[in-house]
């Protein structure tokens, strides 16, 4: 085979996949999917808000279910450092603490989101266990050290319930958000503390 020959039947590589705009993809994702729901949700609309080509998208995600998975997943990043948590001294004072005006708009969205994937979590294991990982897991690792901290030091029983303890303060924010309509705000969440997780806790309100 003569050197002309080798150069024909040289494999071209394919022109370089470019992921510089992936973040601004998967925001959109996320926005379009908590408006519309994962059925309403289209690879076009979320190639509009992102204000790319849809070819784009398709060269990275082949279809919607994957760049659902993906973006889920992408809300993971910038959890909960566990090595930073507050330490008040008391359980009160530590939820109290983690109520900030970032994570309360960032709670809000991750709930809608959650609301956007219901009709595929079922269909879909690996959606179900990202959805987990990124958008319950986080608070609730942080919550579980704060209702440990308060049984080492005596002051909830030590045979209460923790895992549902983390459970109780967001199904009353999601109940008030997704089926009620109510922006979350400081002051709904010290009710929730103060009337619900420290009673179920074991530890009487305040006269």
């Known amino acids: 085979m003569t050197q002309v020959d080798q150069a024909e039947v040289k494999p071209r590589l394919g022109r370089k996949r470019d992921h510089t705009r992936d973040p601004e993809i998967l925001d959109a994702a996320l926005d379009v999917l908590s408006e519309s ?4 949700m289209t690879i076009d609309m979320v190639a509009t808000r992102a204000k790319a080509g849809k070819a784009t998208v398709y060269r990275r995600w082949s279809s919607k279910a994957e760049l659902v998975l993906d973006a889920v997943a ?5 959890e909960i450092d566990l090595d930073d948590l507050p330490d008040t001294g008391t359980l ?9 005006t970032p994570s309360i708009r960032d709670g809000e969205r991750k709930l809608k989101v959650m609301a956007g994937i219901v009709s595929m979590i079922a269909r879909s294991p690996e959606l179900a266990a990202a959805a987990q990982e990124a958008l319950v897991e986080p608070r609730a690792r942080a919550n579980r050290i704060f209702f440990r901290r308060a049984i080492d030091r005596g002051e909830i029983p030590a045979d209460v319930d923790v895992e549902k303890l ?3 303060g967001p199904a009353l924010v999601s109940y008030n958000v997704l089926m009620l309509g109510r922006p979350v705000d400081r002051d ?3 009710e929730n503390i103060d009337k619900v997780i420290l009673p179920a806790a074991g530890i009487r309100a305040e006269p």
């Open 92 to 100: 009160r004072g530590d939820l109290v603490a983690m109520i900030r």
């Open 37 to 40: 729901g994962y059925d309403g």
């Open 188 to 190: 709904l969440l010290v």
């Open 74 to 78: 992408c809300m993971k990043q910038g």
């Open 166 to 168: 983390c459970i109780i």
